[in-house]
Nanobody, 118 residues
């Protein structure tokens, strides 16, 4: 029984920064790979960033150099620091989790809206 709860979204102007948080409730947070996905209206869901239990990270090309994913195992929380936001970053951002021994993201948060205006 794992629950994920995102927070930190909002409406900002292009060039601004936001930090999203995802609080994990359940057992064995440090054994899960965590990820941020996003979905904009009319577009497919996109994998934005991942972080392993050992803090290895991946990013989609469009956010490389602007976004940073991190985790704090002591408080079972994953973060997405978003800098230099662009209008094309506008989307609902979802946190997701998969066990390191698994093959899919089994747990999903409800999402937080990020809107970037020009």
């Amino acid at each position: 029984q794992v629950e994920l709860a995102e927070s930190g979204g909002g409406l900002v102007q292009a060039g601004a920064s936001l930090r999203l948080s995802c609080k994990y409730s359940g057992r064995a947070f440090a054994t899960y790979i965590m990820a941020w996905f996003r979905q904009a209206p009319g577009k497919e869901r996109e994998l934005v960033a991942t972080i392993t239990p050992g803090s290895s990270t991946t990013y989609t090309d469009s956010v490389q150099g602007r976004f940073t994913i991190s985790r704090d195992n002591s408080v079972s929380t994953v973060y997405l620091q978003m800098n230099s936001l662009k209008t094309e970053d506008t989307a609902v951002y979802h946190c997701a989790a998969r066990h390191y021994s698994g093959f899919q993201y089994n747990y999903w948060g409800q999402g937080t809206q990020v809107t970037v205006s020009s």
